[in-house]
């Protein structure tokens, strides 16, 4: 089995900081993109932030220039640090990972249960 556990999210004021953290965990052979989407209430799910295994990001351009995206390959473990938050960033965000198990299967999308991040003063 494969897990996405995330930590971090909250409530925050606007224009305040908040970071995420996601590890994943199981029986991983390589992981090549892992990233955040997010869902508010009423909306479809969207891509924030993704990070490839080289290091190559990109962003939704509404988060451009707040949010930071970066991982760990050692620790398979990827993180989104967000600043100037507005009261529009308030979503649940989820994990992502696409990984492979071992050598021979395909690369498949992995998921986490989510955490709300709640941006209102």
């Known amino acids: 089995q494969v897990q996405l556990v995330e930590s971090g999210g909250g409530l925050v004021q606007p224009g305040g900081s908040l970071s995420l953290s996601c590890a994943a965990s199981?029986?991983?052979?390589?992981?090549?993109?892992m990233g955040w989407y997010r869902q508010a209430p009423g909306k479809e799910r969207e891509l924030v932030a993704a990070v490839m295994s080289g290091g190559g990001t990109n962003y939704a351009d509404s988060v451009k220039g707040r949010f930071t995206i970066w991982r760990d390959n050692a620790k398979n473990t990827v993180y989104l640090q967000m600043n100037s938050l507005k009261p529009e960033d308030t979503a649940v965000y989820y994990c992502?990972?696409?990984?492979?198990?071992?050598?021979?299967?395909?690369?498949?999308?992995?998921w986490g249960k989510g955490s709300l991040v709640t941006v209102s003063s």
């Open positions: 992502n990972a696409n990984l492979k198990r071992d050598r021979y299967t395909i690369a498949m999308e992995y």
């Open positions: 199981g029986i991983i052979f390589s992981i090549d993109r």
